[in-house]
C-alpha cells in the first residue's frame, strides 16, 4: 500500500532537503507539501522533484482549517515543519510566530486528531530549553525559552505533547540544534556570511562573537526525522545533535579560510538583545535507538560554503531583487553596520 504523507514547510531550508530525501529513498511513498510561500519558502528549492508525479504541492497556510483538511486528505502521517524560523525577526515582531508556531500547530493537530492520522511528527528545536552554560540537555531538562521565536516554538511542542496526552494523536517531538547545509535562506548565520564575504561585505559578528551552538547538517536532520517517523515512540522527544559545538567567531573564521577572504571583513557589532550564550543537547536517546550522525563538520561546513559558491543563481536574486530581503537587512543591520 502506498504511503502518503503530509509535509508542511516543504519550500524553506530544512523541508526541502527532506522531501526531496524521502522521494529518494522511499519509492513507493507520496508526498503533499502544503506550504505558505513566506519570503523563506521557495518554489525553487524543490524545483528538480517539481514533475516526480509522487510530489504534490499545495499553497496554503497551515492556520487555515479548510486548506489543512484537504492537503491531508489520504495521508496517514505528517511532519511539521512549517514555522516563522529566525529569532531575529522574532525580535522586531512576534506577532507572525505565534499565529505559525503555535496556531498553526493547534489546526494541524485538531485534523490530525479529525482524520485519525498515524503519526504526526512536531518539528520542535533546542531553543525551547533555553541557554546552558555547562553540560547538555536532555529530553527531561526544564523548557525555559528566553526569545519570542523559542517560546512559540516552546508552544507549539508542548501544545504537540498535549494533544497525545488528552486525545492520543500519535505525536512524536524532535528538538535539533542549529542545521547547516544547502538551500539556507541567506539571514541565517553561515549562509548571510558566506554570500556577504563573497561579495567582500562585513559580516555582522553579534557581540564577542563567543556565543556558542551545536552544529547538525541538514542531511543528518533529514535523516533522523525519517528515523523517528517511521521507529520513534508517541508521546516522546527526541533530542537531535551533531555534536559540533563552536562559538561563532570559529564558524566565521572557517568560512573566510574557505573562500580566501581576510579577516577584515568581521565587523563586531551591537549583541542580539537577550542573545543565548549557549546550546548543547545530549542526542544519547535517539542515538541509542540507531542514529547517529554521518557528515563530519569539517566537511560538511567546506561542502556548504563551496555549495553557495556554485549557487550563486540560487541566493543572488533573493539578496538583490527580494525587496523583503532587503528592507529586514536594512531593518536589523542598518544601524549596527552604520
Ligand atoms: P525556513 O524558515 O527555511 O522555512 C520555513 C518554511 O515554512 C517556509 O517554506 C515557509 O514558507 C513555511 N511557512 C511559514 N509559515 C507557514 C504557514 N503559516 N503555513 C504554511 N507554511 C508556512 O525554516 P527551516 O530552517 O527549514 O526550519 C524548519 C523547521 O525546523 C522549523 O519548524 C524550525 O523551527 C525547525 N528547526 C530549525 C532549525 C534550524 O537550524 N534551521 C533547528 C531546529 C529546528
Ligand atoms: P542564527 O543563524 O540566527 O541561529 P540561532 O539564533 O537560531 O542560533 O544565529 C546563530 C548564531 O550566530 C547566534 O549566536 C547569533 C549569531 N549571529 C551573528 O553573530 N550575526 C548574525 O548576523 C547572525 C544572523 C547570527
Not at 62 to 76: F, L
Not at 185 to 201: C, G, M, Q, S
Not at 254 to 264: C, T
Given at each position: ?175 535539533a540544534?542549529?542545521n ?36 547538525l547538517?541538514v542531511?543528518d536532520h533529514c535523516?533522523a ?114
Amino acid at each position: 500500500m502506498t504511503t502518503r504523507i503530509l509535509v508542511t514547510g516543504g519550500c524553506g531550508f530544512i523541508g526541502s532537503n527532506f522531501v526531496r530525501m524521502v522521494l529518494a529513498e522511499r519509492p513507493d511513498w507520496e508526498v503533499v507539501n502544503l506550504d505558505k510561500l513566506t519570503y523563506a519558502g521557495r518554489l525553487e528549492n524543490l524545483a528538480d522533484v517539481a514533475r516526480d508525479p509522487r510530489y504534490r504541492f499545495v499553497r496554503g497556510d497551515i492556520c487555515s482549517p479548510e486548506t489543512v483538511r484537504d492537503a491531508m486528505t489520504g495521508c496517514t502521517a505528517a511532519v511539521n515543519f512549517a514555522a516563522e524560523t529566525h529569532v531575529d525577526r522574532s525580535l522586531l515582531g512576534a506577532a507572525h510566530f505565534i499565529e505559525t508556531d503555535m496556531k498553526g500547530v493547534l489546526v494541524l493537530l485538531e485534523e490530525a486528531r479529525r482524520v485519525g492520522l498515524q503519526r504526526f511528527v512536531q518539528i520542535s528545536t533546542d531553543e525551547v530549553y533555553g541557554s546552558i552554560a555547562q553540560g547538555s540537555f536532555t529530553e527531561e531538562s526544564v523548557l525555559n525559552p528566553r526569545n519570542p521565536y523559542a517560546a512559540s516554538k516552546a508552544g507549539g511542542d508542548r501544545l504537540a505533547f498535549a494533544y497525545w496526552a488528552t486525545y492520543k494523536v500519535p505525536v512524536v517531538i524532535t528538538r535539533a540544534s542549529n542545521n547547516y547545509g544547502p538551500f539556507q535562506y541567506p539571514e541565517k548565520l553561515i549562509p548571510l556570511f558566506v554570500t556577504n564575504a563573497l561579495r567582500d561585505e562585513s559580516l555582522p559578528l553579534y557581540g564577542d562573537g563567543r556565543n556558542v551552538r551545536d552544529w547538525l547538517h541538514v542531511a543528518d536532520h533529514c535523516r533522523a526525522v525519517l528515523f523517528v517517523l517511521e521507529h520513534g515512540a508517541e508521546g516522546e522527544v527526541y533530542n537531535i545533535a551533531g555534536g559540533n559545538e563552536r562559538e561563532n567567531i570559529e564558524i566565521t573564521n572557517e568560512v573566510l579560510r574557505v573562500l580566501g577572504k581576510p579577516a577584515s571583513l568581521i565587523r563586531k557589532v551591537e549583541d542580539r538583545v537577550g542573545h543565548d550564550r549557549r546550546y548543547s543537547l545530549d542526542a544519547g536517546k535517539l542515538r541509542r535507538l540507531g542514529w547517529e550522525p554521518r557528515v563530519s563538520f569539517e566537511r560538511g561546513l567546506e561542502e556548504t560554503v563551496r555549495w553557495y559558491v556554485e549557487h550563486e543563481a540560487w541566493w543572488r536574486p533573493i539578496k538583490d531583487h527580494d525587496g523583503e530581503f532587503r528592507r529586514y537587512y536594512q531593518e536589523q543591520y542598518g544601524a549596527r553596520l552604520g
